[in-house]
RNA sequence: GGUGACGUGACCGAGUGGCUAGGUAGAGGUCUGCAAAACCUCCUACGGCGGUUCGAAUCCGCCCGUCACCUCCA
């Protein structure tokens, strides 16, 4: 069975086929890093890590690009308005490239507190503006652009004329334009130069005070918002690539203006093959958004109290949280859900250490071999009890085979786990599976926690604290001349480079300096 | 108004035309110096009303309710 996902563009769930197999190109819509990110933010990069990671193990090359938005977008579309960049920028009196490379810092360090690999890539538009300017030349040489007073719009109504063969403006989000004319308001504020509502800005000329500007064919101005994942999806992925995604809120306008973007280039593609888009988080039914003010910023949800949330959630936690979803569901954060993510992770994580221990005991060798789908399980000499297992053990792979069913395959692993906390406590059961299905089984949960779903431990030990404690054994033991105890003390401290001092004002430890 | 989702047990959340996920919580039990973990058993639901069907929570219709997009948003 191989991957099939759902796809936006056809509405229907599609067998993953890789353009240029072993090769996989995968572009997910980043951050415009004007401010903290929170909760909701995370969502999309979570649910394409485990896909990216899921590619990977299925044995794809991935080349994973997550680009960063630093050119501020206009907080609304006024010739004159303020872009969200400046604007904080001016708030904080800091270059607006400080403020874009502080809120990139923030978003990686918390990207990577959740798990989420670093992209291949991850450029960014400021350093992309010549790329993004040739598509627009492009797009002009196709007739499909006009320039007015320094800026260049997209001409919708005159796409739609030339493209009625490969999809309208509004395919992707199964609008028609009539629809949108009908409902959009004429004559708003500075939409003047546009010859259509519909119509989208490829480049804004820069009113005198914007400092954020570069230049242009055109004049001095700065990018439309839409275009720089067109022009960077093109240039590290071509084309056509892969998958293309982001948050549900992104399919429109933004995800179908650069579908018409990429055909009304030279490029002539719907720019990806799968268009994948992920849910929302919301609060209490309501999507968690920064203008309704009902977010979670990701730094405060760790450490907490916050908002809605009386307690703090690890990074893990909340990862494992947001995978007991479907991507393609809503999810609604409360601490009853995250308090039960949080029991059902330290579970998952003490059948890891379960494992370690069943290895050894058992003296397992790893060898066996498993494929990409799960345990081997063509062996003509298992027992019912290894078969079954087998069979358990199969089960994670297949449900991230539908559309990346991350709860179903969670499910599936706590299935295993049952089996593995059963068999750990009934040695004869464990002799009748045998070695080699353990070792399989085993080794199909430790990649699929790890390595697919990326769920790491999390040490809740304090060191200091049990350091503490063995220095009261090690005091204990001397102050009852238990030298032997004394000595094992020592060298196990050792081992972990921490030398015991006997001072005189009481026992004391430090860094070992060999 | 247009488009698209969704309403599942105490909570979160999968899924499916019949075999009734999983996590958390609760009850009982096994184990146990205490405790925890683990395991076993129990609590077993699909908004309402019709229709199709041998059979629907799953398909169809209507109704009620909730949400999202159509403006920046992951």
């Not at 990686?108 to 010549?130: F, K, N, Y």
Request: glycine residues 8%; hydrophobic residues 40%; negative net charge.
């Amino acid at each position: 069975m191989s991957l099939s996902l759902y796809n936006t563009l056809t509405r229907k769930k599609e067998e993953f086929q890789p353009l240029h197999a072993p090769q996989v190109g995968v572009y997910l819509c980043g951050p415009t890093v004007y401010s903290e990110a929170h909760l909701g933010n995370a969502r999309g990069p979570v649910v394409f890590d485990v896909l990216t990671r899921y590619l990977r193990h299925l044995g794809y090359q991935v080349r994973y690009v997550r680009n960063i938005t630093d050119v501020g977008h206009l907080e609304s579309d006024a010739d004159t308005g303020e872009d969200k960049m400046e604007k904080a920028a001016r708030a904080a009196r800091i270059e607006p490239m400080q403020v874009a490379q502080h809120f990139t810092n923030r978003y990686r360090q918390h990207m990577l507190a959740l798990g989420c690999l670093p992209p291949d890539i991850e450029p960014q538009a400021s350093g992309h503006i010549i790329e993004q300017v040739q598509v627009i030349e492009e797009i002009i040489a196709n007739g499909l652009a006009y320039e007015v007073n320094g800026s260049v719009y997209f001409d919708v109504p005159g796409y739609n004329e030339q493209h009625d063969k490969e999809g309208r403006y509004g395919k992707l989000a199964n609008r028609s334009i009539e629809d949108q004319l009908a409902g959009t308001r004429v004559g708003l504020e500075g939409q003047s130069e546009k010859r259509s509502p519909l119509d989208f800005a490829l480049w804004k000329k820069a009113s005198p005070e914007h400092i954020m500007r570069w230049p242009s064919p055109w004049g001095e101005g700065f990018p439309g918002w839409h275009l720089e994942c067109s022009a960077m999806s093109r240039k590290y992925l071509g084309e056509l690539s892969d998958i293309h995604g982001g948050g549900l809120d992104l399919m429109f306008p933004h995800h179908e203006c650069e579908i018409a973007q990429s055909q009304g280039s030279h490029a002539h593609t719907d720019e990806a093959r799968f268009w994948v888009h992920n849910n929302m988080i919301t609060v209490n039914g309501t999507k968690m958004s920064k203008s309704l003010g009902n977010f979670v910023l990701l730094g405060d949800l760790f450490t907490g109290p916050t908002g809605p949330l009386a307690f703090g959630y690890s990074p893990m936690v909340v990862r494992f949280f947001l995978m007991q979803a479907h991507y393609r569901s809503p999810v609604d954060v409360s601490d009853d859900a995250l308090q039960a993510a949080r029991k059902g992770y330290r579970k998952l994580m003490n059948g890891l250490r379960l494992l370690d221990k069943l290895d050894v005991s058992g003296s397992l060798s790893v060898g066996s071999e498993e494929n990409k789908n799960g345990p081997a399980t063509d062996s003509q000499q298992l027992t019912a009890e290894a078969t079954q297992l087998l069979q358990l053990a199969a089960k994670p792979a297949e449900f991230l085979n539908d559309d990346l069913n991350t709860p179903r395959a969670m499910a599936a692993l706590f299935d295993l786990l049952k089996r593995f906390n059963t068999l750990a406590a009934n040695p004869a059961a464990l002799a009748e599976v045998g070695p080699e299905a353990l070792a399989a089984a085993a080794g199909t949960y430790r990649t699929f926690v790890q390595d697919v779903l990326g769920l790491r431990d999390e040490p809740r030990a304090n060191a200091e604290q049990l350091l503490d404690l063995t220095l009261s054994f090690y005091s204990e033991a001397k102050a009852d001349k238990a030298y032997d105890k004394v000595d094992v003390i020592r060298a196990a401290l050792k081992s972990q480079g921490i030398v015991i001092k006997d001072t005189k004002a009481g026992v004391e430890w430090a860094y070992s300096e060999e």
